[in-house]
């Protein structure tokens, strides 16, 4: 994580001076404002980044003379499949339809994304997927 979170301060740097440097020349304010946001986010992650470094141990990737299987083991937890993605996106279609063509086009998509964010949340609370 040490060498991601240089990297990222690294960045922040380099878009802080291409933001002075493209306001400066351009005098655009939507390009100097974009890149300045990007230096912020820079700047949120590499902090983020070298301050957790401090806290966990040395991991693979910060050491030099590490293999690729150094790094090898349990990544964490993947739900299996799922239906409920599904049910949202048609969900949130629906709503940005209703938008478009009409604000009655919500009250049929509110039920839908409700069914899927309350499935998609107690998903592990019944049937084969549940937890012990």
Avoid: C
């Avoid at 100097?32 to 040395?58: C, E, K, N, P």
């Avoid at 839908?112 to 592990?124: A, H, N, R, S, T």
């Amino acid at each position: 994580m040490k060498i991601q979170g240089k990297m990222f301060i690294w960045l922040s740097v380099f878009m802080l001076a291409m933001a002075i440097t493209y306001g400066v020349w351009s005098k655009e304010p939507a390009g100097t404002t974009a890149l300045f946001l990007g230096f912020g986010l820079s700047v949120m992650i590499g902090f983020y980044l070298a301050f957790t470094a401090r806290r966990v141990d040395a991991m693979a990737q910060d050491n030099k003379e590490a293999d690729v299987a150094d790094e090898a083991g349990e990544v964490g937890f993947f739900s299996p499949h799922s239906w409920q993605p599904l049910s949202l996106a048609i969900g949130g279609a629906l709503a940005f339809m209703g938008v478009i063509f009409g604000w009655w086009l919500l009250y049929f998509s509110l039920p839908v994304v409700l069914i899927g964010l309350f499935g998609w949340v107690f998903e592990y609370y019944r049937g084969e997927n549940r937890t012990q």
